[in-house]
């Protein structure tokens, strides 16, 4: 424990004057024991000058080197003493309980994600404790669209209305009844629900608009697995690591794959040319993101030269084996995960991505890591790689360089067919060495 600077000055001073005289200078051991408040520090200078000129004849040198000494240190530790926890203490001495007040403990809440214009308000629920209790609370936002409001900022709870799309950032401030603060941070992002209309067939996508304030922004379009929806993979908040980037979570439609016979659940066309037999639309997928990139284009004033995809196990192998096949023009890099690439015949070269967990049972990890390889092959890579990155939950990434800047990186992480909170920063940080977005 760091010991409080005014009370450790004052006690080497005090058992200086100790070993001096003890009963002349009886008056300043008794002032450096009380020095609690600035006030107090004022009225014991002006007792220290006065006993200074006093005692200066009866007392001697010893006794004046003290008084000066202790006069230096009341000048120099007016600041100081300000601080709000000597402020505080009651007591009349300088004991460590007085002078140690540990702020609350103090938790923002989880992040949120809403979806606009479905639902223009979310709720922050905060909480704080202390040992003193009596804690008070201030909701602020630090960052995002100047349009929120908060409700009650000074409720450990409140609803938070008027909110548009994009990145919002809320800090809570608790404070103790002994003025110690702390602080906590929480995100809500509001994502924009935008829909096309592909061959009288309606589809949507999830928006988080870029950030910036003016210029094309960058693109990323994240693909769920099959299954799943484009809420629940917005969970993954790319925007979080890159707040000026687009970034879509586009839904898909009950589509046939090696787990679903019947094509009951969402998912992703499994090559070029397919047919969906339920709506009978050929190429769904590829028109729907066609569809996609013109409205981005458009609407979110996109770069098209710099529009990054990713894709979870089914939509993984959506990117891999579809897209980088019928649209790897349109493509600036590819992060697949828990996914295979099928061949690289007729892809053109690509910087790549591709996480995997050593454990997947369902997508072997040694088929993910002979994917990669064809990757890096395709690109003309170093056949021996370099560490990119390395992590908690055995994340480890390898990059291999490419003469071509179509460089791969092959990273990977303990445990099975899942995708660790780990894995999407890494993704964000290639795709923005890509792009040359510092």
Not at 315 to 335: E, Q
Request: glycine letters at 8%.
């Amino acid at each position: 424990m760091i010991p409080h600077p005014i009370k450790s000055k004052t006690q080497q001073f005090y058992a200086f004057a100790q070993t001096i005289n003890q009963t002349k200078i009886a008056p300043v051991l008794s002032t450096f024991r009380n020095i609690k408040t600035a006030l107090q520090l004022q009225i014991a200078k002006l007792s220290l000058e006065k006993l200074f000129f006093a005692e200066r004849k009866a007392v001697g040198n010893s006794f004046f080197v003290v008084i000066v000494a202790a006069l230096l240190l009341v000048s120099c530790q007016k600041e100081e003493l300000s601080d709000p926890v000597l402020n505080s203490t009651t007591s009349g001495d300088l004991s460590a309980s007085a002078l140690i007040n540990t702020p609350p403990k103090v938790n923002a809440g989880p992040m949120r994600v809403v979806v606009y214009p479905a639902s223009t308000s979310a709720t922050l629920s905060g909480n704080a404790s202390d040992a003193d209790g009596g804690i008070t609370y201030r909701w602020k936002q630090t960052d995002g669209p100047a349009t929120a409001n908060i409700a009650q900022p000074t409720r450990p709870g409140t609803a938070v209305t008027n909110l548009k799309p994009g990145l919002y950032t809320f800090v809570l401030v608790a404070t103790d009844k002994k003025g110690a603060s702390n602080t906590d941070t929480t995100t809500v992002t509001v994502l924009e629900k935008v829909t096309w209309n592909i061959e009288g067939v309606t589809r949507e996508a999830l928006v988080h608009p870029s950030s910036r304030n003016s210029g094309s922004a960058p693109v990323i379009i994240a693909f769920h697995g099959h299954g799943s929806t484009d809420v629940h993979y917005a969970e993954k908040e790319f925007e979080l690591s890159w707040p000026e980037a687009i970034v879509v979570y586009p839904q898909g439609l009950p589509t046939k794959s090696g787990g679903d016979k019947t094509g009951k659940q969402p998912g992703w066309q499994n090559s070029v040319g397919e047919v969906n037999s339920r709506t009978g639309i050929k190429d769904q997928d590829l028109k729907f993101f066609d569809a996609m990139l013109t409205k981005l284009e458009q609407r979110y004033n996109a770069n098209l030269n710099q529009v990054f995809v990713h894709g979870w196990s089914d939509g993984g192998d959506f990117i891999y084996n579809v897209l980088w096949t019928a649209r790897g023009s349109k493509l600036a890099a590819l992060a697949p995960t828990g996914a295979t690439l099928k061949t690289i015949d007729g892809k053109r070269t690509m910087p790549v991505i591709h996480a995997a967990g050593t454990d997947d049972t369902r997508v072997s990890f040694s088929k993910q890591q002979q994917s990669s390889k064809n990757d890096r092959i395709l690109d003309k890579c170093s056949s021996t790689g370099t560490l990119w990155a390395k992590g908690p939950g055995g994340l480890l990434g390898t990059h291999y360089d490419s003469p071509i800047n179509d460089h791969v990186v092959f990273l990977q992480y303990d445990g099975g067919h899942i995708f660790p909170s780990t894995v999407q920063p890494e993704m964000v940080k290639f795709f923005k060495e890509i792009a040359g977005f510092k």
